[in-house]
C-alpha cells in the first residue's frame, strides 16, 4: 500500500530554515502529483505547495510565496520543502500528501495518501 513518512521537522527560530522530507513507497512515485499541507492548533489544515507528477510544475500558497521551495526526486522516491527566513506563524504540524497524476490541486479532498505528519515550531 501505498506509505508517505515525513521528516525533518523541529524547533528552530525566526529567520532560521529547515527542510522536510517525504519519502514515498508502494506506488510509482514518477506518476504523482505531491503536495505539502499544514495544520495549526485550532486552525483547519491548508495548502502550502505542491509539484506535478510531469515537467515538474510547482504552486505555492501566498503565504509561502518566495520563502519556501517544492522538489522532488524521483529516483529516490522523495519529494522535499526547503523552509526559508520561517516566522512564527509557520509553526505547525507539516504533512505530505499524493495523488495519481492530477494537477496542482490545493484543495485537501484532490488528495488520496496523507503522511502522518512532521512538527515545525518556530521561537520568535
Known amino acids: 500500500q501505498v506509505q508517505l513518512v515525513e521528516s525533518g521537522g523541529g524547533l528552530v527560530q525566526a529567520g532560521g530554515s529547515l527542510r522536510l522530507s517525504c519519502a514515498a513507497s508502494?506506488?510509482?512515485?514518477?506518476?504523482?502529483?505531491m503536495g505539502w499541507f499544514r495544520q495549526a492548533p485550532g486552525k483547519e489544515r491548508e495548502f502550502v505547495a505542491a509539484?506535478?507528477?510531469?515537467?515538474?510544475?510547482?504552486y505555492y500558497a501566498d503565504s509561502v510565496k518566495g520563502r519556501f521551495t517544492i522538489s522532488r526526486d524521483n529516483a529516490k522516491n522523495t519529494v522535499y520543502l526547503q523552509m526559508n527566513s520561517l516566522k512564527p506563524e509557520d509553526t505547525a504540524v507539516y504533512y505530505c500528501?499524493?495523488?495519481?497524476?492530477?494537477?496542482?490541486?490545493?484543495?485537501?479532498?484532490?488528495?488520496?495518501?496523507w503522511g502522518q505528519g512532521t512538527q515545525v515550531t518556530v521561537s520568535s
Open positions: 500528501a499524493t495523488r495519481y497524476q492530477g494537477t496542482l490541486m490545493v484543495a485537501k479532498n484532490a488528495y488520496d495518501y
Open positions: 508502494g506506488l510509482t512515485f514518477s506518476t504523482y502529483t
Open positions: 509539484i506535478s507528477w510531469i515537467g515538474g510544475g510547482t
